[in-house]
Nanobody
Framework: QVQLVESGGGLVQPGGSLRLSCAVS????????LGWYRQATGKPREFVAS???????DIADSVKGRFSISRDNAKNTVYLQMNSLKPEDTAVYYC???????????WGQGTQVTVSS
């Protein structure tokens, strides 16, 4: 059974940086594309970034130039590097499979990111 566990969130000031991690188990990690999503209070969950099995990335316009996604197949982990954080980036961040292959049963607890002075 696939399990995705997010970590690395926290409270950061505007302009700061965080790196989120998503540890994946229960699948052959290297053959799957994965993605990061976020949900702010009172808003629907939205796509943030994805990375294919081959390493191609797709980044949402709202975070392009500030966020990047990477993966380490040896560690079965996908990362989200977030720079120049803004208050509007405040949300719970989740990982799952890439858009089009999302598994409803794979949503984890997420990790809270709060950007505030």
């Amino acid at each position: 059974q696939v399990q995705l566990v997010e970590s690395g969130g926290g409270l950061v000031q505007p302009g700061g940086s965080l790196r989120l991690s998503c540890a994946v188990s229960g699948i052959i990690f290297s053959i799957y594309g994965l993605g990061w999503y976020r949900q702010a209070t009172g808003k629907p969950r939205e796509f943030v970034a994805s990375i294919s099995s081959g390493g191609s990335t797709d980044i949402a316009d709202s975070v392009k130039g500030r966020f990047s996604i990477s993966r380490d197949n040896a560690k079965n982990t996908v990362y989200l590097q977030m720079n120049s954080l803004k208050p509007e980036d405040t949300a719970v961040y989740y990982c799952n499979f890439e858009p089009g292959n999302i598994r409803r049963g794979a949503w984890g607890q997420g990790t809270q990111v709060t950007v505030s002075s």
